[in-house]
């Protein structure tokens, strides 16, 4: 990702000898070019990096920062300018309709708000408002019951009005309700007067856009035009994770100064977050964001009735990893766990040990079985002994024993540092 290559500049910026007007100049190039290749428009690309040399080269720093600080937090807060707001969705009872593009990414998005929503303890339902393309129903209907929401939908009724009113009628009892509707290769006539029926029925609290980020600088115009069409609410970026251009879809919203509610960034149901843009920024520029991971963790294991505080201490024994293994799936790939921390301080594991499938999940499981009580909550005895016990014990081998021991031992050292992120930062103190 282009915007990958600001975690370069502050690197460069933190491991400067010195800071002068020429370090300054070459930080502002490479971060105009990291925008410019991410597709911000340009003319917001001179504001920031004028405005980051402005500052950089005449703002008193504080005292609490050390000059190389000081210019991180500038380049931080001028990003942060850059992209505009968030927009908080509280946990109320209310109706978001989502409109968008063909291929945009609608019904994906439909799906990961309604699990968004769930998992927040709302009682959820999806309407599949799109009768353009004879899959959706289908495709809507079966994501629905992966999660574990309501659906409403009509096959083969070609009156999206009529859907979505009959669907309101039978989802009275719920929350949130969403409403996925059809997409059009452009935006046609046809498709302006199928939205403003919909919404004249739903009278969606939120109305938003479902914008795919590939798109790069032609994401303003498009935006634009479903604004003055309909009215938007806010901007749902999709498809994050697989474009260069993602900055595009960014500037776009603040451009049009409407606000970014959530990105996605993945086909999984799991792959969306709320777009909190001080944490987007810090995670950009690779200072982590230790805020949203804790919220994830907090929230997870309460729903695992696991003690956070215990969680995050690493103070946990393989009598706890079953749980622990749950958790973490639900947190999603461990890579973008590690996205969320400071440079600097996320440990290095290769992937694969810590990567869980739920085969691996259910030999873990047998393994742990096969242990005795004592190995369970005092791990560290296990020696090679006894790992050929417990392999045989357990019909495995000796290299799965170890694979899951090694696991254990990762993870303790992951959660004793994200407790480590916890501590509050002086300043902008960072793990270089
Ligand atoms: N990588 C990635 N793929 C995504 C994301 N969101 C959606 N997709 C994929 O994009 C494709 C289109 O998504 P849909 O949700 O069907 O799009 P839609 O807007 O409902 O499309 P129409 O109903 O045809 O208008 C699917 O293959 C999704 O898996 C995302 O955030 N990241
Ligand atoms: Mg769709």
């Given at each position: 990702m282009a915007l990958d290559a600001l975690k370069d500049v502050v690197r460069k910026i933190a491991r400067s000898s010195s800071i002068d007007k020429h370090l300054v100049d070459e930080v502002v190039k490479d971060i105009q070019r990291a925008l410019i290749r991410a597709d911000v428009n340009v003319k917001q690309v001179k504001e920031i990096t004028d405005a980051i040399k402005k500052r950089a080269l005449s703002d008193e720093p504080?005292?609490?920062?050390?000059p190389r600080e000081h210019i991180i937090k500038i380049v931080y807060e001028e990003l942060l300018k850059g992209v505009g707001e968030g927009l908080e969705i509280p946990l109320e009872k209310a109706r978001i309709m989502l409109v968008g593009l063909q291929g945009s990414g609608k019904t994906t998005t439909t799906a990961k708000l309604a699990k968004y929503f769930k998992d927040r303890g709302m009682k959820t339902a999806v309407i599949a408002?799109?009768?353009?393309?004879?899959?959706a129903y289908d495709q809507l209907k079966q994501l629905a019951e992966s999660i574990g929401v309501g659906f409403y939908g009509e096959k083969g009724e070609k009156d999206a009005v009529k859907i979505v009113k009959k669907g309101l009628e039978e989802l009275k009892d719920y929350d949130m309700i969403i409403i996925d509707t059809a997409g059009r290769h452009a935006l046609e006539d046809e498709l302006i007067k199928e939205m403003v029926e919909i919404e004249k029925v739903a009278k969606p609290d939120y109305k938003f856009l479902v914008l795919d980020a590939a798109i790069g600088q032609l994401a303003s115009k498009q935006a634009q035009a479903f604004h003055d069409a309909i009215g938007i609410d806010g901007i749902i970026i999709t498809k994050f994770d697989g474009t260069a251009k993602g900055g595009g879809a960014l500037s776009a919203a603040r451009q049009i100064q409407i606000p970014i509610a959530f990105i996605g960034s993945g086909?999984?149901?799991?792959?969306l977050d709320r777009f909190d843009p001080a944490g987007f920024i810090s995670r950009l520029l690779g200072m982590g964001d230790i805020k949203a991971l804790l919220e994830k963790i907090e929230r997870i294991t309460q729903e695992e009735e696991l003690d956070p505080e215990k969680f995050l201490k690493g103070e946990f024994t393989l009598k706890d990893v079953y749980k622990q293994i749950e958790a973490m799936n639900k947190m999603g790939p461990i890579r973008k766990i590690f996205e969320m921390l400071p440079l600097g301080m996320s440990v290095k594991v290769d992937d694969d040990a810590l990567e869980m499938t739920q085969e691996k999940m259910k030999r873990f499981r047998v393994i742990m079985d096969s242990m005795t009580e004592e190995e369970l909550l005092n791990?560290?005895?296990?020696d090679g002994s006894r790992i050929k016990r417990i392999a045989i014990g357990s019909g495995t081998s000796p290299q799965e024993v170890k694979e899951l021991l090694k696991y254990y031992n990762t993870m303790k050292s992951l959660m004793k540092r994200m407790k480590k992120g916890r501590l509050p930062m002086k300043g902008l103190k960072m793990g270089f």
């Open positions: 504080l005292k609490s920062l050390n408002a799109d009768t353009w393309r004879p899959a086909e999984r149901v799991d792959d791990p560290k005895i296990i």
